[in-house]
């Protein structure tokens, strides 16, 4: 389990910190024994954290994990029923409250965080204050998150903030995929597959989305519905990523020129292919060998 319950940071963080848009502010974990009031030791909290059982408003962000007991979290008009492997994104500005079953206690690890760069995730709405709540279950592997974040607040290494960061990226991304996973059937996922292996498989030719369609036996906009939704990118977009990867490969070659490449991957004009495997790259195809094997 890591850190023994009862493990509790408030952190400080530096101008150096906030330069990188995020930082850490608290993180802990807590087992709240049966007919407990909660939350207990409640003087070694800040006084803005202290209300959590009866309402509270903070100024950031927070991510709770619940791995035994019961109780109840309210956001805004929603109130949710919190069992072993519930995670809660407390948002800023949004009042909440949650505790435990009095009878039954829970084991709670949380971590706090803000800046401009968590801030950004809520404008484009990354994070949003309708997907609050989220059945994630029990995992060692959310739970390691947790533990080397508590490593790095524990020692407070040299840029432990921006260590401690990316395992909250970590944990973040792992609840919006797995809120991704939940609102999309498997098959999803094996119609995107059967498509990738269709393009790969036709990678030196144009693009025939109705004929992809039709071998999966879908329609051309559904395919692109589905495949949008599961890889954020449109089946078009998929196909031009993998012909560039292709490209880059075909151009290590010494005695490839650049036009064969474009010809062999389905690209009629040189200069069209030239200004798009620029802005995937950053590089022009005749730089591209130099750069590799510099």
């Known amino acids: 389990m890591g850190k023994e319950a009862g493990f509790l940071h408030y952190l400080?963080?530096?101008?150096?910190d906030e330069k990188l848009g995020m930082v850490c502010t608290t993180a802990g974990n807590i087992k709240i024994v049966?007919?407990?009031?909660?939350?207990?030791?409640?003087?070694?909290?800040?006084?803005?954290?202290?209300q959590v059982a009866e309402g509270r408003i903070l100024p950031e962000f927070q991510i709770l994990y619940i791995t035994e007991g019961e109780g109840t979290f309210t956001a805004g008009d929603a109130t949710y029923t919190v069992k072993p492997g519930s995670l809660l994104l407390l948002l800023p500005g949004i009042k909440h409250r949650y505790k435990p079953v009095y009878e039954k206690?829970?084991?709670e690890y949380w971590v706090g965080f803000n800046g401009a760069y968590f801030q950004r995730l809520l404008q484009q709405e990354i994070l949003s204050k309708e997907n609050i709540f989220f059945e994630i279950g029990l995992h060692d592997y959310i739970l390691t998150f947790f533990n080397h974040i508590f490593?790095?607040?524990?020692?407070?290494?040299p840029l432990f903030q921006f260590k401690a960061c990316v395992e909250i990226l970590s944990l973040i991304s792992e609840m919006l995929a797995h809120e991704r996973r939940q609102k999309q059937p498997n098959y999803y996922q094996q119609i995107v597959e059967k498509a990738k292996c269709i393009m790969e498989s036709n990678i030196y030719s144009v693009i025939n989305l109705p004929s992809i369609s039709e071998e999966i036996g879908i329609s051309t906009s559904r395919l692109n519905e589905i495949f949008k939704t599961y890889t954020s990118m449109t089946p078009y977009q998929y196909f031009i990523h993998i012909k560039i990867l292709k490209a880059?490969?075909?151009?290590?070659?010494?005695?490839?020129?650049?036009?064969?490449v474009a010809f062999r991957l389905g690209f009629e004009d040189q200069h069209y292919f030239s200004r798009l495997f620029r802005n995937k790259t950053g590089i022009a195809p005749s730089e591209w060998r130099k750069f590799i094997y510099q």
């Not at 049966?34 to 202290?50: D, F, G, L």
């Open 12 to 16: 400080p963080y530096s101008e150096e």
């Open 34 to 50: 049966p007919n407990t009031v909660y939350p207990p030791r409640k003087i070694e909290h800040p006084v803005m954290y202290r």
């Open 105 to 107: 206690g829970w084991h």
């Open 151 to 157: 490593d790095e607040v524990a020692t407070q290494r």
């Open 248 to 260: 880059e490969s075909l151009l290590e070659q010494e005695d490839a020129a650049i036009k064969e």
